[in-house]
């Protein structure tokens, strides 16, 4: 089962997250879209050479919570926690692991 992990602000209000060693980015660009159009938008990472494609963020289906998935697991955080820290309300939020089979 993967390990909790955090959200928390970035500059320029993009939103980091951090699982055990893993560190991701989900763009200040893509919040938009899935805060206010409910699409799935990409979580990066730094790679050689620019950025890379290493999982996605969805709402979930009863649109109140959104899900994260990277390479070290399935992640859940209700929206209205996502809401505050993409508007810089509250500085970081838990994540928490999905159960395989539960989402």
């Given at each position: 089962m993967p390990e909790p992990g955090t959200l928390s602000h970035s500059a320029g209000g993009a939103l980091r997250i951090s699982v055990?060693?893993?560190?991701?980015l989900?763009?200040?660009g893509d919040l938009?879209?899935?805060l206010?159009?409910?699409r799935v938008i990409p979580i990066t990472q730094a790679a050689p050479g620019g950025t890379a494609i290493k999982g996605h963020a969805a709402?979930?289906?009863s649109g109140k919570a959104?899900?994260?998935h990277t390479r070290v697991g399935s992640y859940i955080i209700p929206l209205v926690s996502f809401q505050r820290v993409a508007r810089g309300e509250a500085v970081s939020a838990p994540?928490?692991?999905l159960v395989p089979g539960a989402a």
């Open positions: 055990e060693a893993e560190r991701y989900i763009e200040a938009r879209n899935l206010f159009y409910g709402m979930n289906a959104v899900m994260l994540l928490f692991p």
